[in-house]
């Protein structure tokens, strides 16, 4: 199954994810070199700057998805204010790997 995790930053965090994003990076590089990174990427504000984060994973359960996530070195680093997680069905634009 896929996880949709809807996160948002703490206000005025932008050094913390900055700080934690090169760990950041290479842990969602590990997940797609083993399969589980359907894909990723940060919400951006009015000034371009990142607000928050969309990560999709594939896992066997909600649990296990929030379980990989918790090893995320933002969520570490207590960068987010809010973190959603919610079962997600890919229709549209799937890509062939999904």
Known sequence: MLVAFI???RPNHLETRMAARPDHV???DKLNA???LAFAGPFL???GKPTGSLVVIKADSV???QAV???DPYAKAGLFETVEAS???WVFNKA???
């Open 7 to 9: 996160a948002q930053d």
């Open 69 to 71: 996530m918790a090893q």
């Open 26 to 28: 290479a842990f969602l």
């Open 87 to 89: 079962a997600w069905n």
């Open 96 to 98: 062939d790997a999904f």
């Open 45 to 47: 504000g009015n000034d």
């Open 34 to 36: 083993e399969g589980t």
């Open 63 to 65: 649990e296990a998805a």
